[in-house]
């Protein structure tokens, strides 16, 4: 009797599934709804949720007199954005954004095509490895190595004594604009550790845009009687373009958002990154700090839909 009922069980459970998956199997449709619903209400609920939140914060305001947030709707917030001091933490941000983006796609394209050309079995190994070795590493680990390299005491200044180039080194330094009592603290070091942090990631999409580059079209290129030079500016490089905006994607919103960098190896100057963290944390100034997030949000939409327009997204 028993056995018997356990049976029943089992088979009404075997019934209930087979309804379930052939439902599921009619309606492809609702398996698809089922599967992406939890990631989805992730996303709506904290990451968009917290969105919402911070571009609410950006419309109050600070109390002059107690220093508390009015939750009053107003645009004076970001009327202070307009503040000199305020435009140049955003225009800094920006160009050395730019910066550090064009110098990564100049040093990039040639390792990324001669990996993608050039580079087969053992050699292409070691070129995957070296290019994702430093990102198995501690990412303050790698900065602060940066901040002994560029020290006063560092081996590049060692090597500009070595080889006799310091007046070299000072004439940069002495230059106002990335200069600084030495290459740890100045916007060239930031600069140059910009540029190593965030190269992979201008180095991968590159090569992977190379790899798809028929060699039909190559040699059709070259039956066609073109040169070697006008053959990568006709088919290669318009081919690999997307692989370079994909990759300036984040390089330059990552170097517009970063605030370790700047606070380790650069001057006493602000970017956005420490902008928003002084804001919020020591000032207290939650209002600002919301309203300078809203302006990286804000540029990165729009290099975004620029990327979008230049078949960025096919290279990821």
């Known amino acids: 009797m028993t056995d018997t009922a356990a049976g029943t069980v089992h088979d009404r459970r075997g019934g209930l599934l087979r309804r379930i998956s052939d439902t599921l199997f009619r309606r492809p449709h609702l398996l698809l709804t089922l599967l992406i619903a939890p990631p989805l209400l992730w996303l709506g609920i904290v990451y968009l949720g917290s969105l919402l939140a911070l571009l609410a914060q950006s419309f109050f305001s600070i109390d002059e007199f107690s220093g508390m947030v009015k939750r009053e709707f107003t645009l004076s917030t970001y009327a202070?954005?307009?503040?000199?001091a305020n435009v140049d933490v955003i225009l800094r941000s920006?160009?050395?954004?730019?910066?550090?983006?064009l110098a990564a796609a100049l040093i990039a394209f040639p390792i990324a095509y001669y990996?993608?050309?050039?580079a087969r079995g053992r050699w292409k190994a070691f070129f995957y490895l070296a290019v994702m070795l430093p990102l198995w590493s501690s990412y303050l680990v790698r900065v602060y190595a940066w901040k002994l390299i560029l020290a006063k005491e560092g081996i590049i200044t060692w090597l500009a004594d070595k080889l006799y180039l310091t007046w070299a080194l000072d004439a940069i330094l002495a230059i106002p604009v990335i200069g600084g009592p030495s290459l740890s603290i100045s916007y060239i070091g930031t600069f140059l550790v910009?540029?190593?942090v965030w190269l992979p990631y201008m180095i991968l999409p590159?090569?992977?845009?190379?790899?798809?580059?028929?060699a039909n079209l190559l040699e059709a290129s070259a039956d066609l009687g073109a040169v070697p030079r006008q053959t990568f500016w006709t088919v290669i490089f318009p081919l690999a373009l997307p692989g370079l905006i994909a990759g300036s994607i984040f390089t330059f919103s990552l170097t517009l958002g970063d605030y370790i960098i700047p606070q380790i190896v650069g001057t006493s100057t602000y970017f956005l990154g420490q902008a928003v963290y002084t804001l919020q944390g020591t000032a207290g100034n939650i209002p600002l700090?919301?309203?300078?997030?809203?302006?990286?949000?804000v540029i990165m939409g729009i290099y975004l839909s620029i990327a979008k327009r230049m078949g960025a997204f096919d290279a990821l």
Do not use: K, W
């Open 94 to 101: 920006l160009v050395m954004a730019v910066a550090v983006t």
């Open 289 to 297: 700090a919301a309203a300078f997030t809203v302006v990286p949000i």
């Open 194 to 196: 910009f540029l190593y």
């Open 206 to 214: 590159t090569q992977a845009a190379l790899e798809r580059v028929p």
């Open 115 to 118: 990996a993608a050309r050039y």
């Open 80 to 84: 202070e954005l307009l503040n000199l």
